[in-house]
């Protein structure tokens, strides 16, 4: 048996299992969790659901690694995308200004956080501006080819 055909049993398996889990979880109703009567029930299957997002998380990282390690060029190329990245994020860090505030609940934002925030805010509008502009320019390359 090859391993993709275990990984589509697998995935099966766990598909019906959270099919399973999600049905008692909503027969519990929301008044008894409220009330902590299903606390238990509910825990052991948020700890499962924990323990399927790591195994799939893992299985993500260990066969990226495997597939990078055996093509060298996809391996130039990522790394070349991740420098990328950070280049651009530290650009968005340093160009970024905090201040310190006092939030709604009494705690205050540092001037840290608040400038990790503004960086966070200029990296995603950076990020989309790039996305957008490079669909545009191939779609316009794309049509003029045609």
Same mark, same amino acid.
Request: proline share 0%; net charge positive.
């Given at each position: 048996m090859?391993?993709?055909? *275990? +990984?589509?049993?697998?995935?099966?398996v766990?598909?019906?299992?959270?099919i399973?889990?999600?049905?008692s979880i909503? %027969?519990t109703?929301?008044?008894?969790?409220?009330?902590?009567?299903?606390?238990?029930?509910? %825990?052991t299957?948020?700890?499962?659901?924990y323990?399927? *997002?790591?195994?799939?998380?893992?299985?993500? $990282?260990?066969?990226?690694? +495997? @597939?990078?390690?055996s @093509? &060298?060029?996809? +391996?130039? @190329?990522?790394?070349? &995308? $991740?420098?990328?990245?950070?280049a651009v994020?530290l650009?968005c860090?340093?160009?970024? &200004?905090?201040?310190?505030?006092?939030?709604?609940?009494?705690s205050i934002?540092t001037?840290g956080q &608040?400038?990790? $925030?503004?960086a966070?805010?200029? *990296?995603?509008?950076?990020?989309?501006?790039?996305a957008?502009?490079?669909m545009?320019?191939?779609g316009?390359?794309?049509?003029? @080819?045609?």
């Amino acid at each position: 048996m090859d391993l993709q055909k *275990l +990984l589509k049993i697998v995935a099966a398996v766990i598909g019906v299992l959270s099919i399973v889990f999600l049905i008692s979880i909503i %027969s519990t109703g929301d008044d008894a969790i409220k009330a902590g009567e299903a606390s238990t029930s509910v %825990s052991t299957f948020m700890y499962v659901a924990y323990f399927i *997002l790591a195994v799939a998380v893992l299985a993500v $990282v260990i066969f990226t690694v +495997l @597939n990078l390690v055996s @093509n &060298s060029a996809g +391996l130039r @190329n990522t790394l070349i &995308s $991740v420098g990328a990245f950070l280049a651009v994020a530290l650009i968005c860090y340093f160009i970024a &200004s905090g201040t310190e505030t006092v939030l709604k609940d009494g705690s205050i934002l540092t001037e840290g956080q &608040s400038k990790l $925030v503004g960086a966070g805010l200029y *990296l995603f509008y950076t990020l989309g501006f790039v996305a957008a502009l490079t669909m545009l320019v191939f779609g316009i390359k794309k049509t003029l @080819n045609k």
